[in-house]
């Protein structure tokens, strides 16, 4: 039983040491990003109730979410997705509020997956929401802070594909076919499947019109010139419409001078059902998936009894650091940077007054004793270990100090350790 209590369940594991500090180091400089743009730290619980995630608020199905009881009876549920959480806490907190509200957060999501499938069950996401602003402003706002959070990370190479939730559906809705045939389209869509499209648009009765959509729909990829292409396919004024609104958002893209990182894809299926317009997903190379996803979610709000337009974005820390690995681009833990300070019982009341000094000059430094029975050499190897970058050896009136960075060692006076820390 004890060698089981060692291991953590499938689809979750432990962080720690070194891994752990590039972690949190991340979101701190990508937390700078979004503070640099005025959003606001909200935080939400880890578990809600079951009807905030619900088959009407659009998000992932029943069965892939982590559910237990409380002592009344109420089916709880893990959050598996952050923006309905914000959403509910702005409809609670912001009900009256009808300006530009930004908020942004950093928590864990919790996913049931079938056989997890190899993905975690759980994954910390960083993001932003910002609410009461209909705007194309404020979509390429999230679409430039996710660009910003990449450039921050450390990312040379990568992409922001833009997709329109909007031209899918005014398409969809147009056909006058089964809701079985629709769900068929949708799947073969989000599989980029070309040839099931055809054969299954073979058998039916479509306008024109939406028949070449469709069988064009894996084409609809490219730069902002495919949105032209995408225009001259269709007179549907709602078709037309998303397009002009994706022009309007790359206008002011292209303001920031951040075009290059941009593309365009008409094919791209949203997974989660409430979002209502603008959808876009960043990539790189070294994972299998975006490490990034946003979208516009105006009805969202709604379901919370508050009437208003927002839109988001997350960033996938776990994905990204993932990337940033294979990619072999460091990430600086700098400010998790600290020292330590041996000492003997006998230099207890030097010891003390000294790391108080170094701790109020906003030196880290790790109080310890060091037995004089046991080996000083391992003791350093370990503090190197940890990633401390100086040990300080405290003997009567004289320091050693153990520079780990430079591997050098030297011995000053007690004062003149003073004089220079």
Known sequence: MKEKLLHTPEGVRDIYHSECKRKKALELKLHDVLALYGYQDIETPAFEFFDVFNSDTGTVS?????????????????????????????????????????????????????????????????????????????????????????????LDEFRIDIGQTEFYRAVIDSLKVEDEIKARIHELIENKNSLGMELLLSGLDIEEEYRVILEEYNELYGDVAMLEKAAGLTANPRCRKA???????????????????????????NYYDYYTGIIFRGYTYGTGDAIGKGGRYDNLLLQFGKDAPAIGFTILIDDLMMALSRQNISVSIKDFDYAVLLYKKADRRKAISLVS?????????????????????????????????KAFVLEGDMVDIHD??????????????REEY
Do not use: W
């Open 62 to 154: 029943s069965r892939e979410m982590f559910k237990f009881f409380d002592r009344n009876n109420n089916t709880l549920v893990l959050r598996p997705d952050m923006t309905p959480s914000i959403a509910r806490s702005a409809a609670k907190y912001y009900y009256d509020c009808r300006f530009p509200l930004r908020l942004s957060y950093v928590g864990d999501t919790f996913m049931n997956h079938h056989s997890y499938q190899g993905k975690p069950a759980q994954k910390t996401e960083l993001g932003a929401e910002h609410i009461n602003d209909d705007s194309p402003e404020a979509d390429a706002e999230a679409v430039i802070m996710m660009i910003d959070c990449f450039l921050a990370a450390g």
């Open 357 to 389: 000094s170094l701790r109020d000059d906003g030196i880290r430094t790790e109080l310890s004793v060091h037995d004089e029975n046991g080996s000083l050499d391992s003791r350093l190897k370990f503090i190197k270990y940890q990633g401390a970058r």
């Open 243 to 269: 397009l002009d609104r994706l022009k309007q958002v790359y206008d002011v893209i292209c303001e920031y001078g951040y075009e290059r990182y941009i593309g365009f894809d008409l094919g791209m299926v």
């Open 404 to 417: 780990f960075v430079t591997d050098q060692r030297s011995r000053i006076s007690l004062q003149e350790f």
